[in-house]
């Protein structure tokens, strides 16, 4: 098991950043994948990026791809997905998840069925 609880969401003006923290607690088992969704009203829930736990690779969505950065701290207790340039097109409500059972890498984790546990979500609204 492992708690996943997101934060820093909010309200930003297009152009604006804003920094997304996923915290990691009461974890008994591997981490192997963290991903990062987010899904808008009536949509699905979409890819954004995906990292090892340790940060050492990482892929990203195109839409995303050099305005988002995904990190951790290390010891696999905070991620972080930092936003920047941020687009109207980017509102949606923001997911951390965890794959906790094999390892297949970022960049073949972008789907929801290939994480295990989730976080409530965070919401991000940038205006126009």
């Known amino acids: 098991q492992v708690y996943l609880t997101e934060s820093g969401g909010g309200l930003v003006e297009a152009g604006g950043s804003l920094r997304l923290s996923c915290a990691a607690s009461?974890?008994?088992?591997?981490?192997?994948?963290v991903g990062w969704f987010r899904q808008a009203p009536g949509e699905e829930r979409n890819f954004v990026a995906a990292?090892?736990?340790?940060?050492?690779?990482?892929y990203y969505a195109d839409s995303v791809r050099d305005r988002f950065t995904v990190s951790g701290d290390g010891d696999g207790n905070t991620f972080y997905l930092e936003m920047s340039s941020l687009k109207p097109d980017d509102t949606a409500v923001y997911y951390c998840a965890v794959d906790s059972s094999i390892y297949i890498g970022p960049q073949d984790s972008r789907l929801p069925a290939d994480y295990d546990y989730w976080g409530q979500g965070t919401q991000v609204t940038v205006s126009s």
């Open positions: 990292m090892t736990w340790r940060g050492d690779r990482t």
């Open positions: 009461g974890r008994t088992v591997p981490l192997y994948t």
